[in-house]
């Protein structure tokens, strides 16, 4: 497959930039470990606050960081005047999340003017070896002329 | 359609039991706000650490509590020895989140021995109002003989 | 909740014109049996040549009739210079579609200028009553400017 | 990724069997042009009975053979006395499948004692070469103890 040439020359810091006014993420500690055009992984350390009944990742964290890590994949295709839109997503949960790191590595299958198609693949490292336990496919909307910062209602004045 | 009867009759206090012990739901501050046969709603109030970069609610925060209201939905209607596992949802995302509580309703379309399937539908509060969001699809399967406690590996000791 | 409002008035002969135009659609058999505002049914009778390996009805037919059923829903309430296209759908399949007739029922959830959603459930009848098969959440793409009619290459000369 | 272990030594001439007693799948001429263990192929030539309104192939041919795919790559890698079920699907259409053939390919990313996911994609071939136009993530069951034949009351006596 050919390599994806991105719009905006200066994508990565539009990328990082966006990713880092996510409350949420930032709450659950993820990170982005890996930015290019196309591609972003997102990786979260195993926490106590991250957990489901049986102590393993909560399967909403995997589709949470699943859901991002396709959303800015997409994101950095687009153009600099642009705002990314999740309009849906499907996550098969494959193995339970047991393990000390959770590796969402979004990928474009289709990148469009309107709609680009995604999918995911999230790991979890145990023992020092990654497996996989989610796999994810996903609609994204291009919103141009929308700005990606805070609604002007959110902004503190 | 005919109401459902639980299998087992303590159902709610086992519902309530096994999401208290997430500790995910904990961290993000979501409430059990109903439970019937059949019937789960989950709630969450607004705080800036559960936002995207626009300032509203985070789609994965939308995506973590409907997922997690179907699939109490489904063990509601579980027998007491079985413990409830998600195996994929396809989820929606119909307006921005934007609002300062949101819910999320679950309820079972097809009750099976092994696998259910839930619908379920989540709404923003806004000036007072219940606006929907977000629509959830999801198949869920019955682990019997399965502890929903702790893995044995994940106690303390 | 309120009734849609068709932005097209002929939308019923518009919507029924298309459907005779699917060669696919007339090859399995299948009709429409309603078409109001932002609703729409299909309906096909049992021959063996729509069945699987254990005779009940494929559900490659079920699937499809269901696409088709939320397909028109969501065009109903197109403009008139508009074409319909489905971004993508999940489906479930909740029973063995045994019997002698498929109904799937098609509804608008969310009617949207660009992206619609909608919610369609099949039924199987049998022994003279409805069971319900299948249910599907679904992806619509408005195509303004798009002729709904066979593309300039395909068109006999 | 290690090569697949089929269960069942004769798997591909029961794939093969399940496949020709399809009488949905003869009714739209498709053929199995691939059977290994975990990968199926199932392709279409393009027919007038097969279009949508535009003329290119429908939606619901494209669904139809993209489930049976994945269905039968599942079914590769079952023991002998199962039967396979699709419990659920999604299939995303990337771009108008205009060609003169279909072909989908199916594939196990995970397969397992009680359910299987797959992946599917769909190719039209056109010009002499093939495009994507579909993908598809899918849920499926293996049902033991349960022939692959006709249901007893559908056999002719």
């Given at each position: ?68 890590a396709g ?86 004045s």
């Amino acid at each position: 497959m050919a390599p994806f040439i991105p719009k905006n020359p200066d994508f990565a810091a539009r990328v990082r930039d966006s990713f880092n006014r996510q409350g949420a993420m930032v709450h659950i500690g993820a990170r982005m470990t890996r930015i290019e055009p196309g591609f972003v992984d997102i990786t979260v350390d195993y926490r106590p606050e991250l957990s489901q009944q049986h102590g393993y990742f909560h399967g909403g964290i995997v589709g949470m960081i699943a859901d991002s890590a396709g959303g800015y994949a997409a994101f950095s295709l687009m153009p600099a005047d642009a705002s990314v839109l999740t309009v849906e997503y499907k996550i098969n949960l494959l193995a339970p999340s047991d393990g000390n790191r959770l590796v969402a590595r979004g990928r474009v299958t289709k990148p469009g003017r309107t709609l680009s198609v995604c999918h995911v693949d999230v790991f979890v490292e145990r023992d020092g070896r990654e497996h996989l336990c989610a796999t994810l496919l996903q609609t994204l909307m291009t919103m141009t002329g929308k700005s990606d910062g805070l609604a002007s209602d959110k902004k503190a004045s």
